[in-house]
């Protein structure tokens, strides 16, 4: 089977229900990004910040994944899928996606403030654990932090995921403005010779001289289109 790489972003959620970032509307007119998603914003209010996280895991519990996860899902049954995700949700798992890549974190985890990286802090919550309080404590002793990747922030899983877009016989990319690195930057690791596929109802600015086939339209509609493309 032919490897196929996805990357996802906002938009692949958006028909799901959770707000996208950058769309008039999105989270970062709701919060300030700085408050909520920066190591400084943490320092400044843990409890805003958690508080901040608490609301994204409960709204995970109230959404579902749409028929643009469920197809990008059944794909496997044609190619071998990586999903490579900068959404923090965990829709493309509950959709039956089996290879799925978290670039910025999830939400169902959290992780030691001190070193959130370190695999032996990781905690995987469950739907009852999903409230995180000031005082809930990692093992090493300090506050358990949301398990996201902060602005300003490393991003451990990237060398993975570019492992993978090497390696890939089609690209696909699904929902992202390609404005946040080095996510964004993934293109650049495509083979040369391999299609890229675009999925978004707005057009997207490339910072590639790629030739990459557009579908503008919204994730689920743009997967029943892309499929037929893909598996004829
Ligand atoms: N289907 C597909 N795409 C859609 C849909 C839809 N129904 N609705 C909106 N979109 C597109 C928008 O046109 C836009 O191009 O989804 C994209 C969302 O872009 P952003 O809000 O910038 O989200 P994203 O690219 O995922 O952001 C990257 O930024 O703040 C950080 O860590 C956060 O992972 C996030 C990163």
């Given at each position: 089977?032919?490897?196929?790489?996805?990357?996802?972003?906002a938009g692949?959620?958006a028909?799901?229900?959770i707000s996208t970032f950058r769309d008039a509307g999105g989270l970062w007119d709701q919060y300030p990004v700085e408050q909520v998603a920066?190591?400084?914003g943490?320092?400044?209010?843990?409890?805003?910040?958690?508080?901040f996280?608490?609301e994204r895991?409960?709204q995970?519990?109230?959404?579902?994944?749409?028929?643009?996860?469920?197809?990008?899902?059944?794909?496997?049954?044609?190619?071998?899928?990586?999903?490579?995700?900068?959404?923090?949700?965990?829709?493309?798992?509950?959709?039956?996606?089996?290879?799925?890549?978290?670039?910025?974190?999830?939400?169902?985890?959290?992780?030691?403030?001190?070193?959130?990286?370190?695999?032996?802090?990781?905690?995987?919550?469950?739907?009852?654990?999903?409230?995180?309080?000031?005082?809930?404590?990692?093992?090493?002793?300090?506050?358990?932090?949301?398990?996201?990747?902060?602005f300003?922030?490393?991003?451990?899983?990237?060398?993975?995921?570019?492992?993978?877009?090497?390696?890939?016989?089609?690209?696909?990319?699904?929902?992202?403005s390609?404005n946040v690195?080095?996510?964004?930057?993934?293109?650049?690791?495509?083979?040369?010779?391999?299609?890229?596929?675009?999925?978004?109802?707005k057009?997207?600015?490339?910072?590639?001289?790629?030739?990459?086939?557009?579908?503008?339209?919204?994730?689920?509609?743009?997967?029943?289109?892309?499929?037929?493309?893909?598996?004829?």
């Open positions: 089977m032919k490897n196929l790489v996805i990357l996802t972003g692949m959620s028909e799901s229900g920066t190591p400084e943490y320092v400044a209010n843990p409890q805003l910040v958690i508080q996280y608490n895991r409960k995970l519990l109230q959404v579902k994944p749409n028929r643009g996860h469920e197809l990008v899902a059944e794909l496997e049954k044609y190619f071998n899928v990586t999903v490579i995700t900068q959404n923090v949700d965990n829709l493309h798992e509950r959709a039956g996606s089996s290879h799925v890549i978290h670039l910025h974190g999830e939400l169902t985890k959290v992780t030691s403030t001190l070193q959130p990286n370190n695999p032996n802090y990781i905690k995987e919550l469950k739907p009852e654990e999903f409230e995180v309080k000031i005082g809930d404590l990692a093992a090493d002793g300090s506050q358990f932090r949301p398990f996201i990747v902060w300003g922030e490393s991003v451990p899983m990237i060398e993975k995921a570019i492992e993978y877009v090497e390696t890939a016989d089609v690209f696909l990319i699904i929902g992202t390609l690195y080095p996510a964004a930057g993934l293109l650049n690791y495509v083979p040369r010779d391999v299609p890229v596929y675009l999925i978004d109802p057009e997207v600015p490339i910072a590639s001289d790629r030739k990459v086939y557009a579908i503008r339209k919204g994730a689920s509609d743009g997967m029943e289109e892309l499929k037929k493309i893909l598996v004829r």
